[in-house]
C-alpha cells in the first residue's frame, strides 16, 4: 500500500508562487524489482481533473502545455516526498490539487494519461487577480 499527503496550497495572488509537497508512505512488504511513478493532477471547479506534471518510472518528466515554464516537479527518494513547485501563477491555475502515485514490478508505468491506484485527499490552491 501507499499512502499519499499533500500540504502546501493557499490562496496567493497572480504571479506569485506556492510549491505543493506529497508525503509518500510505502508499505513495509519488499520493494526488490518495484518501479514507482508519480503525478500531480489537479481539478477546476466545475471542470475534469487534469494532468500538470508527472515522472515516470524511468524518471522521465511530463508537463501540461498549459503549465510548462511555470512548473517543476521534482521528488526527493531519500525522504519519500514529491514536490510541485509552481511559479507565475494564474488565475486558471485555481484548483483542487492532488497528487498520484502507483507502483509496478518490472514494467513501465507514469505519465499524464496513466491510471494511477494511489492517491492523496487534495489540497487547495487559489490564485486571485
Known amino acids: 500500500q501507499v499512502q499519499l499527503v499533500e500540504s502546501g496550497g493557499g490562496s496567493v495572488q497572480a504571479g506569485g508562487s506556492l510549491r505543493l509537497s506529497c508525503a509518500a508512505s510505502?508499505?513495509?512488504?519488499?520493494?526488490?524489482?518495484?518501479?514507482?511513478?508519480v503525478g500531480w493532477f489537479r481539478q477546476p471547479p466545475g471542470k475534469e481533473r487534469e494532468g500538470v506534471a508527472s515522472?515516470?518510472?524511468?524518471?522521465?518528466?511530463s508537463y501540461a502545455d498549459s503549465v510548462k515554464g511555470r512548473f517543476t516537479v521534482s521528488k526527493d527518494n531519500a525522504k519519500n516526498i514529491l514536490y510541485l513547485q509552481m511559479n507565475s501563477l494564474k488565475p486558471e491555475d485555481t484548483a483542487m490539487y492532488y497528487c498520484?502515485?502507483?507502483?509496478?514490478?518490472?514494467?513501465?508505468?507514469?505519465?499524464?494519461?496513466?491510471?494511477?491506484?494511489?492517491w492523496g485527499q487534495g489540497t487547495q490552491v487559489t490564485v486571485s487577480s
Open positions: 498520484a502515485a502507483d507502483r509496478t514490478r518490472g514494467r513501465h508505468c507514469g505519465g499524464l494519461k496513466y491510471e494511477y491506484n494511489y
Open positions: 510505502v508499505s513495509t512488504e519488499s520493494t526488490y524489482g518495484i518501479r514507482f511513478c
Open positions: 515522472i515516470d518510472s524511468n524518471g522521465g518528466t
